[in-house]
């Protein structure tokens, strides 16, 4: 749809074609619906953000159609039509004021276009209309990259799909620089390979990755590898055909298929078996899939989005995970910070937890005490953000008081997490932010310690030392 169409017969002063020209330039960058109509109601521009709106304003052509509709299968405009207002009962006037639009907007929740403006020439003809979308919310100026794309046939998400769109939530370098990560992975259509500790928030990354990609409109399926066993894995991924086992009493769709014009998120990948992971290669490779029990193969249209919590190297290395297709699916590889490397984040993740599990449990607002809040910054958190869910969601059910302390938070071993003993806290704490300090130079040194040593500011036998306190391999 999107695109500008000549107007046959105009002849138009050139001070208006320019406004016209620059009015199409602007549409053409923003996140918001523009079309431009002629006095007989003939689509003139219509901007890519308009895209969207094919079938559900009758002025608009059938979305797939190349050309705007010719005047002899033009459909009839709704009542009332903002564009159709514009052009009745304005009279032309000349002066400095035939250059300033005056708008007008109705109020029906049914239109899709309730604003309209009027485009004049010098003397105050209207020669064009100009709709755009309801107000409610700014306007956003796109680059290249965000632009409306050509997606596969839409196919419905299930509720859960769509309210699985989630925010990564955090102010911390190290979640900053995974976000930015995930605005330039989301543009591309390869394959992402997400690692991190188990509890760090792997499958919200990928939802993210989806819900920003151009395929957020398809289905966003999940697969728990490590949860089935191969012959069932296989099938429910692939599906199977009648006979294929015993049980198989009818053909299956398998979750590739369902996953069509979407995204697949194989979780745990690493729990897999090397048998599997030559098919799941074939299936990378080919982009197709081949049914339990079938010689018929199908073509699918589907990013595979795969995450696990061990280390793939030693994986490769220890021929526990095939190399080919470790390098096909780490094409973009992500590694989601442990909660210990993002401290500064735990204020931020706690209120909105709590929020969330006081909504849920219909509980009023609850807040920290300053020692509670202290306690959790320095715990050593070894389950991560899933950990931190789940321990303010069993405070919010069982604390009594709006706020909540030290004792509330660690109930089962108080003086552990006592406020006299937050100095051990401490002391843990420090220990894991060093920990967390050396892995991430040895990241950046691709795992040259003498290198490493200088990013740490340490010489190299102290480096061996720590590497020996901490366990780190």
Known sequence: MAGSFVYQGSDLHASLDARIEGLKFLAHHLDEPVVIFNPQMELVYANPSAERLAGSCPLLYSAGKENPLSPHDQMEHCEPCPGKHVFEGIEPFSGITSLLPSSTTIESPACPLPRAVPLRDGEGFVHFAVLMGPRGRESVVLGPEDMVQPLPPRKECSPSDRSAKKEIIGDSAPIQRLVEMIQLVAASEATVL???????????????????????????????????????????????????????????????EEAEGGTIF?????????TFQARLLRVLQEGEIK??????????????????????????????????????????????????????????????????????????????????QQALVQHPWPGNVRELENLLERVVVTCRDSTINVNDLFADHPLEYSTSDLGTVGKIARQEAERSRILQALREAKGDKTRAARFLSISRSSLYNKLRDYNIS
């Open 194 to 256: 997400i690692q991190g500790e188990s509890g760090t928030g792997k499958e919200l990354v990928a939802k993210t990755i989806h819900f920003s990609s151009q395929r957020r409109e398809h289905p966003f399926v999940v697969v728990e590898c490590s949860a089935l066993p191969e012959t069932l894995l296989e099938s429910e991924l692939f599906g199977h055909v009648r006979g294929a086992f015993t049980g198989a009493v009818a053909d299956r769709k398998g979750l590739f």
């Open 291 to 372: 049914p339990v029990g079938s010689n018929r193969s199908i073509k699918v249209n589907v990013r595979v989005i795969s995450a696990g919590n061990k280390s793939f190297e030693d994986l490769v290395a220890t021929k526990q995970f095939r190399a080919d297709l470790y390098y096909r699916l780490a094409v973009l590889p992500l590694t989601v910070p442990s909660l210990r490397e993002r401290r500064e984040d735990i204020p931020l993740l706690v209120e909105h937890f709590l929020a969330q599990s006081a909504g849920k449990h219909g509980r009023a607002s609850m807040h920290l005490s300053q020692d509670a």
């Open 266 to 274: 194989l979780d745990e990948i690493a729990d897999t078996s090397y």
